[in-house]
């Protein structure tokens, strides 16, 4: 069964304190990864699309990476507007339905 | 604008009547989902179109909940005879088919919070 793990379930840094959140997962081949971020009360709102392990995308201060289990999001030097719920997703080759399949996501608490 | 819009944002019901949400999705794309978030969780893949055809639903989509889109365009997600248990965020994202290998980006609307009394 296609899976996803996010860890920590919480983070909290203070202002320019870089940390990584992570995202393991199982998935009966991969077709695509995704980040996206989610406010309170608000849609996820796309951030990265991953699918080659070694690929590596950047935008602003996040940068997300991938490998053959696992994709992380370094976050560098944050701001107070960081803070977000950062959800991972997987979507499978298998009969090209596009669904994502998501974590439970990290909620990220920046301090100034 | 021209990203996902759903209405209502919001929306109150008390346990056993009908709701109905719709979802907009960007105009060029042809692929539209729907699924549902409960608090602390990730979204939950409820159904999908692609142009008015609904081509797969999740276990979770009791025979309480229905979906169309006519004529390939916007959607409509109805939950009759609503439960407690129905109370979540109903989230509607669209994109544009892939070839099959190539990853799918979904582009996600504000999602229509529902609560049931």
């Known amino acids: 069964e296609d899976q996803v793990t996010q860890s920590p379930e919480a983070l909290r840094l203070q202002e320019g304190e870089s940390s990584s959140l992570n995202c393991s997962y199982t998935?009966?081949?991969?077709?695509?990864l995704f980040w996206y971020r989610q406010d309170p009360g608000k849609g996820p709102e796309f951030l990265f699309t991953?699918?080659?392990a070694g690929e590596e995308k950047e935008k602003e201060r996040l940068k997300a990476t991938l490998t053959k289990k696992e994709s992380f999001l370094h976050i560098t030097a944050p701001k107070p507007e960081d803070s977000a719920t950062y959800l991972c997703?997987?979507?499978?080759?298998?009969?090209?339905?596009?669904?994502?399949?998501f974590g439970q996501g990290t909620t990220l608490q920046v301090k100034p | 604008d021209t990203g996902v819009s759903q209405d209502p944002r919001h929306k109150i019901t008390k346990r056993g009547q009908n709701v109905t949400f719709r979802c907009d999705p960007i105009?060029?794309?042809?692929?539209l989902y729907w699924y549902r978030q409960t608090l602390g969780q990730g979204p939950e893949f409820l159904t999908y179109?692609?142009?008015?055809?609904?081509?797969?639903k999740s276990r979770l989509l009791s025979d309480r909940f229905s979906a169309e889109r006519p004529k390939g365009s916007f959607s409509t997600l109805e939950i009759q005879r609503t439960e407690q248990g129905d109370s979540a965020m109903y989230l509607c994202?669209?994109?544009?088919?892939?070839?099959?290998?190539?990853?799918?980006?979904?582009?996600f609307g504000p999602g229509t919070r529902l609560l049931v009394l």
């Open positions: 994202a669209s994109s544009s088919m892939g070839t099959g290998l190539s990853p799918e980006t979904q582009y």
């Open positions: 998935v009966s081949g991969l077709r695509g």
């Open positions: 991953l699918y080659s």
């Open positions: 997703a997987v979507q499978a080759k298998a009969g090209n339905t596009g669904k994502l399949i």
């Open positions: 105009s060029e794309h042809n692929r």
């Open positions: 179109f692609q142009n008015e055809a609904q081509l797969e």
